[in-house]
């Protein structure tokens, strides 16, 4: 049932180059990949997966194959979360992914569904006006009218065509659908089908069929979930970067092809100063000093690492635009306070804060310090 | 072979379930333990029935009571089910280990200024200099003795380990492919159902390690050597069954081969030289109860144990240890009003047997569990994780010593300073009155706050009486029989009266969510004169300011410590550390201000007035110019944004005493709070604020009673009834005269404004007076008036 392919399934035929698109899909660009896994995988599949747990977790955390076949890491992280994740699903559980905005719950969720079911494009987009028809099933008003009601007046949605083919749905943004659709879910997660009531029909879900989704817990104005939908499912967090390092690694480097795909006329950013914005950004975050010594506030807003990446861009622009090229704290600050700053009055206290107790009392930050008193 | 060894893991709880079942299978007739040989006398209270792990067996010099060894106990240590065992059968128990009154004798370097005995993290970073100071986790589990990991042994570990001996284990799990040595056991030891020959296995593969990494530590040698010379007298004796139980890295050197000499290193004359000709010291030795929180890594010297909730657990509930782990943690979070329903219980147990699956263990583990708990139980809030940690995972679980254990070091140190101090502990209550410009008084009242942070009321406070001098102490002492037992009870937290005072004090700190709080302690922690206290707290109150978003509380907070900053204090307490924190807290109050003080009902303002009062007082006790000049910046916005009428009125006043408010501006906003187009009640709020404290200053401003004047007369009578208890309450803190000169100002003040020529006559616009006119009434006016008429000159 899994090898199914789905009528929402974009058509790869060889006449329509990929190479043209400006995206691909996780199971498209790393069909290679997954094609690998599959053909050594020998290890025991849950019913309706493509692949065994340990592939989907070699395949999202990358590693070498025993054939020497290198699968890229998808996920740079904890690998227990990867864990919990796979294995939530192989338990028929349905999986949250949860967390501030920038941390690859997308990511991984499309990674997920793709090694998995080897389909990743059974998505509802969750916003303030999904209705029923998109969780359950829709009609062709024309046919209705026609013929009255039947399975060919029908439309599916993604989620019906996972259960009716036992693949993985994925629910984007699951907190921005209004509270009396998610409630949909509850009969398709704990009773495992989806009545048609004017067909006197169901649709069972196949065995392979989960339901991924993600919710991030920062936004304001968002429909809680219930705590009967909540509990079924089990949730994962997904965290910011881990240490310093890779922050900066991952900043830099994002920044750099950013620059590149600007065409900034820049010279690449000073890593000291990436540090330093990335620095900052953990330590509103976290709280707490990285010496890990005086605590701070944190503001309201994320401080993701898009953010920081966001903040490196635009002071690029800046040197280069109207600056001397050379990234220097005078460039970076008005796009650090308007990132850190999202509440007025609040968070102004935590910047200021910051600024007279941290960024004052190190002797190399003086520039910043300076250019912070001057922005606010 | 009348030997039998059994090599354990101390504190393992499958190690000791499997000791059990062999020692019921072998029945020796002796069992000989791994512990220090001079703990002997005491060790057989260990069977009292009053006696409840965990508890630890205390060696200590009795003239240096702070360098105390302990050696834990908990249900789960093979060496107590040994123990047990021992005196259930009525099977003699003998301890093995180099005695304590050797060890203890050995040369320890810089140990001089031990650290005390911590229970907590953050006085072990601050009092200890040694950065090794924490034991190494990956030694803590297997050669050791059961823990004997006071602060000085600490140190020497940190001292003579530096290149420390191989640990077995992690060679051990790196062969099997575990990058993790602790689960390696865990999986391979602890939880294996079926024990049978595990002791010969952990014996091969302890001996096969020792081949490859001899011991090379001269301490450990020389231990082994002590336990070998045991074993020999032992054998001597007769014993038909002997079992050993000791550490397992131990275990290859004390077999048959090694006791007859024949082991490379074991000979009889060798270990004869090594314990030659040692120095002595003289131990006591006794039974203290412990707490399973002081058994993690987290206490700083903790005895390997991580997890002494979850080990307890696996002794408990040997079946289905994973479900009961849930539930019960389950039951925990519907405790606290946390929703955990069956049904998430079940999903949280088959999410935990699918990871154990997935990372192919045999069943779940604690980390399997607890991730199976976060993801579905707690939907992946790390806040009640930490509760069960705290909860279940590590434990509140507190020993018990029978009545009639030896007294303990605290006990000993109180006795000794009762003596010293010349104070007898007696039933009667009696009065002590104190001047603490005396040595010996001011160390009798330190001594008492001591002990009343350690919950030991032996005396209680009272305020001072009739004299308000603040050198006098007044204090009425009551000794207690049950506090014997708070003694014993208290003796968890240090050795000496001012260490256990100390780390109660700062435990305490740590626990604390608001900054008065901690003030507060860190108030009674100078007057218990506890030096060493004092920067812990700060740091504490430190971090609790930088996260604090009460303004208030920062507040309140500032003025104990600008008194500690300015002036020490009679007692002699360090300070200097004291003032970059005041000026932190006044920068956050400074930032923080404006948007605490927006929005305040009546009462909240006044509370705020009350705290703002404090604030400047403590500036004027700091006297930094620039901390001023930063002050009236922040009062002076609050005066001119829209805060509540009282405090812009009290800003006004406060800034008009400092100076950096001249007449003109204070009669120009007082016009604007007392103009008409305001409510009445906030004219009158203004008015209070600006009447707080002395009158003296308001009393030569002139322009400021016209404005109350008008504002007066021009109130409806409604509202004039309405807004007259206000302006009573705020007149009514003036003293009398202050009261007296204010009426006479207003007098003069009706006087002139409504006929006087200082100001109207040069008005424009005024009529001349018409003189002729005006002489008409001076005769009735002098009648009046009670004065001589003057003939008319004219």
């Not at chain 2, 970073?125 to 823990?147: F, I, K, M, V, Y």
């Not at chain 2, 014993?239 to 090694?258: N, S």
């Not at chain 2, 479900?323 to 946390?338: G, M």
């Amino acid at each position: 049932m899994a090898k199914k392919t789905p009528a929402t399934a974009p058509a790869t035929s060889a006449d329509s180059p990929l190479q043209s698109k400006l995206r691909q899909h996780a199971e498209q660009e790393f069909a290679a990949e997954l094609e690998a896994l599959a053909a050594q995988d020998d290890r025991q599949k849950p019913p309706g997966w493509n692949l065994s747990p340990w592939a989907v977790k070699t395949y999202l955390l990358g590693g070498r194959l025993a054939d020497g076949f290198e699968v890229s890491p998808k996920y740079v992280g904890n690998g227990k979360l990867v864990e919990i994740a796979v294995a939530t699903l192989a338990t028929d559980r349905a999986l949250l992914l949860y967390g501030v905005p920038g941390t690859a719950k997308s990511w991984v969720s499309e990674h997920l569904a793709a090694a998995i079911s080897g389909n990743s494009t059974l998505l509802v987009q969750g916003t303030a006006g999904t209705d029923e028809a998109s969780l359950r099933y829709g009609w062709n008003y024309a046919r209705l009218l026609a013929e009255g009601p039947s399975t060919k007046a029908l439309v599916p949605s993604p989620m019906m065509l996972a259960m009716e083919s036992g693949q993985i749905a994925r629910i984007e943004e699951l907190t921005r659908i209004p509270s009396d659709v998610q409630d949909t879910l509850i009969t398709i997660l704990s009773e495992k089908t989806l009545p048609i009531p004017e067909l006197n029909q169901e649709t069972q879900a196949t065995r392979g069929f989960n339901v991924i989704a993600t919710a991030n817990n920062r936004d304001k104005g968002i429909n809680e979930l219930s705590s009967a939908l909540l509990r079924r499912f089990n949730t994962v967090v997904l965290p910011p970067p881990d240490t310093l390092e890779d922050e900066v690694a991952i900043v830099s480097r994002r920044s750099e092809q950013m620059g590149r795909a600007l065409e900034l006329p820049c010279e690449k950013p000073a890593l000291e100063e990436i540090r330093r914005v990335v620095t900052i950004f953990r330590e509103l975050r976290n709280g707490l000093t990285e010496d890990g010594k005086t605590k701070v506030k944190s503001p309201s807003g994320t401080l993701s690492t898009a953010e920081a990446i966001s903040v490196i861009a635009g002071g690029m622009a800046l040197s280069a635009y109207y600056g001397d090229g050379q990234l220097k704290a005078g460039d970076l600050v008005s796009g650090m306070v308007g990132a850190i700053v999202k509440d007025p009055v609040q968070d102004q206290v935590v910047w200021q804060e910051y600024l007279q107790t941290i960024v004052k009392e190190r002797d190399d930050w003086k520039d910043w310090y300076r250019a912070g008193r001057s922005a606010s | 072979m009348p030997l039998h060894l059994f090599g354990i893991r101390h504190h393992g709880p499958g190690c000791a379930r499997s000791l059990r079942a062999a020692l019921d299978e072998l029945q020796p007739d002796i069992i000989v333990m791994e512990g220090p040989a001079d703990a002997q006398e005491v060790l057989a209270q260990g069977a009292h029935a009053q006696m409840i792990p965990p508890v630890a067996l205390l060696l200590y010099p009795p003239d240096e009571p702070r360098r105390a060894v302990y050696y834990p106990f908990t249900r789960f240590s093979p060496e107590w089910q040994a123990l047990r065992w021992g005196a259930a059968k009525g099977v003699p128990i003998r301890l093995m280990d180099l005695p304590q009154s050797l060890r203890l004798a050995q040369p320890t370097p810089a140990t001089t200024g031990t650290p005390p005995l911590s229970p907590n993290p953050p006085e072990a970073a601050a009092a200890n200099p040694a950065p090794a100071a924490q034991p190494d986790p990956t030694s803590a589990e297997d050669g050791p003795p059961p823990a004997d990991r006071a602060p000085d042994e600490d140190f020497d570990h940190a001292v003579d380990n530096l290149p420390w001996r191989v640990d077995p284990l992690a060679q051990l799990a790196e062969a099997a492919g575990y990058r993790d040595h602790e689960l390696w056991w865990e999986q391979q030891i602890e939880q294996r159902a079926n024990a049978t020959g595990l002791f010969a296995a952990i014996f091969e593969a302890m001996r096969t390690v020792r081949d490859e990494f001899p011991e090379t530590l001269d301490r450990d040698l020389l231990r082994e050597a002590h336990m070998r010379t045991v074993l020999r007298a032992v054998r001597k004796q007769g014993y038909a069954t002997i079992a050993v139980v000791c550490g397992a890295w131990h275990a290859p050197v004390l077999d048959e081969t090694a006791l007859d000499g024949k082991r490379p290193g074991c000979k009889v004359s060798e270990d004869h030289a090594r314990l030659k000709g040692l120095a002595k010291v003289k131990t006591t030795a006794t039974w203290i109860p412990w707490t399973h929180s002081r058994l993690t890594y987290r206490s700083g010297y903790g005895a390997g144990v991580q997890s002494p909730g979850w080990y307890d657990h696996l002794w408990t509930s040997r079946e289905s240890a994973a479900t009961r782990w849930i539930t019960t943690a389950a039951r925990l979070l519907r405790e606290r009003e946390l929703d955990a329903s069956a049904a998430s219980v079940i999903e949280a147990v088959r999410l935990a047997d699918a990871l154990a699956a997935m990372r192919e263990l045999r069943s779940p583990g604690l980390a399997e569990l607890n991730e199976a708990i976060l993801a579905v139980l707690c939907h992946g809030q790390p806040a009640p994780l930490q509760l069960i940690h705290d909860r279940l995972e590590v434990g509140d679980v507190l020993g018990q010593v029978p009545e009639d254990t030896p007294a303990v070091p605290l006990a000993q140190d109180l006795s000794r300073l009762q003596k010293s101090l010349r104070l007898k502990p007696s039933t009667m209550s009696q009065p002590l009155d104190l001047d603490v410009r005396k040595e010996i008084d001011l160390a009798r009242s330190q001594l008492l706050h001591r002990l009343g942070l350690l919950r030991l009321d032996w005396g209680t406070h009272r305020s001072s009486g009739g004299r308000t001098s603040t050198f006098h102490e007044l204090w009425q002492l009551e000794w207690k029989p049950e506090l014997a037992v708070g003694i014993i009870e208290a003796s968890v937290w240090g050795n000496t009266v001012e260490l256990a005072a100390a780390a109660r004090v700062i435990d305490e700190a740590t626990r604390a969510e608001a900054l008065p709080e901690v003030s507060g302690l860190l108030h009674r922690a100078v007057l218990a004169g506890l030096a060493g206290a004092v920067d812990p707290l700060l740091t504490q109150i430190q971090s609790l300011a930088a996260v604090g978003t009460d303004v208030r509380h920062l507040m309140d907070g500032l003025l104990p410590l600008a008194q500690l900053a300015r002036y020490g204090d009679v007692r002699q307490t360090p300070a200097g550390h004291v003032e970059p924190i005041v000026v932190g807290m006044l920068e956050r109050i400074v930032v923080g201000l404006g948007t605490a003080c927006a929005a305040l009902d009546d009462e909240a303002a006044q509370r705020m007035q009350e705290s703002l009062g404090r604030v400047s007082q403590s500036l004027d006790l700091l006297n930094r110019d620039d901390l001023e000049r930063d002050w009236r910046q922040a009062l002076r916005r609050l005066m001119e944004g829209g805060a509540h009428a009282l405090l812009r009125g009290w800003c006004c006043r406060v800034l008009l005493e400092k100076g950096a408010l001249d007449a003109d501006e204070l009669y120009r906003r007082a016009r604007l709070a007392l103009s008409v187009v305001n409510p009445p009640a906030e004219s009158a709020a203004w008015a209070a604020g600006l009447l707080k404290g002395s009158g003296l200053v308001l009393l030569h401003q002139e322009g400021i009673w016209e404005v109350f004047d008008r504002w007066l007369s021009e109130l409806s009578a409604e509202t004039f009834v309405e807004t007259l208890p206000l302006l009573r309450r705020a007149f009514a803190d003036f003293t009398g005269p202050e009261r007296r000169q204010m009426g006479e100002r207003v007098r003069h003040l009706s006087t002139a404004s409504t006929g006087g020529p200082s100001r109207s006559a040069t008005a424009p616009g005024v009529e001349p007076i018409d003189l002729a006119r005006a002489r008409v009434v001076l005769p009735v006016l002098a009648q009046v008036l009670g004065v001589p008429v003057t003939p008319d000159p004219s």
